[in-house]
């Protein structure tokens, strides 16, 4: 027990160190969720590191609605097979031996044989953008490497960008924003002149337009507990939502979710993550609303001191799949905000 305990903490510590700042209450508007619209057949998600692990669980989960993935600094699917030493051994700063890469695609087979992720055949056009920094040591470049090996058997290879070239750290890099581009440190947002937010969701939703400088939305906090119920046990008590002010008067508008690292949830770094990555400035300007589920750290079982996602199978041995608690979690988050639903009279017509 106590080796799997110092085993768990190395993981975390492995990605990031700690850092706390208190979560800025005046960027957060009331949690009164205006009515939403949203498009839940063409979703996207993106994640930094841990984040990224669990965006590509997430959409391999959901491919049948999950339409494009980015991944920053993330390795390949199923890499920890649920063990914390094999995800220490080889899915982080340091791969020792081989990978059986086809290992971890027969596992994404069987769970689509038992109906625990979407059919495979969907990912044939997924939308897929992975990004590794060339001074990125948290996250080793093969790991990276293997996951864009991955997803050339599952995705035409036309809708796979992965930048690899770009002298940057382990973190989510942006035009302005952050820390020290070279450096990784809290909060993990690197000062890169590079808007990795909008090189993402420009490859991941097609004819999106580039933002003016204003935000005319609000960030408006869930309460993740009462939506998610036990599914959220592992997770924090509020999560986060960036709406337009178009999508807040009603019109159609797309979703997206983006998974923070390791020691970047709110309680951590305060309101970094859900403001400074850029991805609310493009959202802004073309209708896209963005939730930032957000996980907590825990110093018991289940151990997870750094608030990482689970990538590694620390909260459910499911974690992987549609039956993994944080995987049902963030879904529900996503749909309970789907709440401008059209009505329908007694003739069967819609009407808003």
């Known amino acids: ?39 839940l057949e063409n979703v996207t998600v993106s994640g930094l590191s841990s984040g990224g692990y669990m965006a590509t669980q997430f959409q391999l989960a959901h491919s049948d609605w999950v339409r494009g993935v980015g991944v920053i600094a993330g390795g390949p699917y199923f890499c920890a097979q649920g063990d914390i030493t094999t995800a220490l051994a ?16 027969e596992k994404a087979k069987h769970y689509e044989s038992e109906g625990k992720i979407a059919p495979l055949r969907n990912m044939k056009d997924t939308k897929v ?40 750290a ?45 935000l005319s939305g609000k960030i408006h906090s869930i309460d993740q ?6 599914n959220a046990k592992t ?17 159609a508008c797309k979703a997206h979710i983006s998974f923070h690292g390791c020691n970047q949830y709110a309680d951590a770094v305060g309101d970094a993550y859900t403001t400074q990555t850029g991805l609310n400035e493009w959202a802004d300007d ?16 289940p151990l997870n001191p750094q608030g990482c996602w689970d990538w590694w199978g620390y909260a459910s041995s ?6 993994g608690a944080q995987i049902a979690a963030v879904k529900e988050l996503l749909f309970s905000l789907n709440t401008r639903l059209p009505v329908k009279d007694n003739k069967g017509n819609a009407d808003e």
């Not at 073309?286 to 079982?301: A, C, D, H, R």
Request: proline share 4%; aromatic share 10%.
């Open 1 to 39: 027990m106590k080796k799997h305990f110092y085993l768990r903490r190395a993981l975390c510590l492995s990605f990031f160190s700690a850092s706390a700042f208190a979560f800025s209450a005046a960027s957060v508007a009331n949690n009164d969720i205006p009515k939403l619209a949203l498009d």
């Open 90 to 105: 080889q899915c982080v700063n340091k791969i020792e031996g081989e990978i059986d890469i086809k290992a971890l695609n």
């Open 129 to 168: 953008w992975l990004f590794h920094g060339t001074q990125d040591t948290r996250v080793v470049a093969k790991v990276s490497d293997l996951l864009f090996e991955q997803y050339k058997l599952w995705t035409d290879t036309q809708n796979i960008t992965y930048i690899n070239d770009k002298p940057m």
């Open 170 to 214: 382990h973190l989510f890099p942006t035009k302005e924003e952050g820390v020290n581009c070279m450096k990784s440190e809290s909060p993990f947002i690197g000062n890169c002149d590079y808007d990795a937010a909008g090189a993402l969701l420009s490859h991941l939703i097609a004819d999106v337009t580039t933002p003016d400088e204003s």
């Open 225 to 230: 507990q009462k939506v998610a119920g036990s």
């Open 235 to 251: 997770l924090a008590s509020e999560g986060f939502v960036y709406i337009p002010e178009s999508c807040a008067q009603g019109e």
């Open 286 to 301: 073309n209708n896209i609303v963005v939730l930032y589920p957000q996980t907590k750290k825990s110093l018991f079982m």
């Open 318 to 323: 499911d974690y992987a799949n549609r039956d």
